[in-house]
Nanobody
């Protein structure tokens, strides 16, 4: 499975961005999909995930109420709508996929920069 994230950019604090991650090479609806992020000089951390059928959603506490993950299995795409962005949301954002407990498919990241 190949994953390609897009939609990053520079935005002012309080603004919004929507990230997209297009999947190819597999049956998209078989996989849980997630978003992770890695701020400059820090480790990569979990942001949000949605189960293969869309029935279960998990969000990191730091983004609850501001970020929304969604998926369109017909388009083989997962999205991350990011609202009320803060400077501390600045990071490279990665999408990932899994069939079991381990996230094994990773896309190249897309950089999100939030200016104060």
């Amino acid at each position: 499975v190949q994953l390609q994230a897009s939609g990053g950019g520079l935005v002012q604090a309080g603004g919004s961005l929507r990230l997209s991650c297009a999947a190819s090479g597999g049956t998209f609806s078989d996989y849980d999909m997630g978003w992770f992020r890695q701020p400059p000089g820090k480790e990569r951390t979990f942001v949000a995930s949605k189960s293969w059928g869309g029935g279960s959603t998990y969000n990191a506490d730091s983004v609850k109420g501001r970020f929304t993950i969604s998926r369109d299995n017909a388009k083989n795409t997962v999205y991350l709508q990011m609202d009320s962005l803060k400077p501390e949301d600045t990071a490279v954002y990665y999408c990932a996929g899994r069939k079991s407990r381990t996230w094994i498919y990773w896309g190249r990241g897309t950089l999100v920069t939030v200016s104060s």
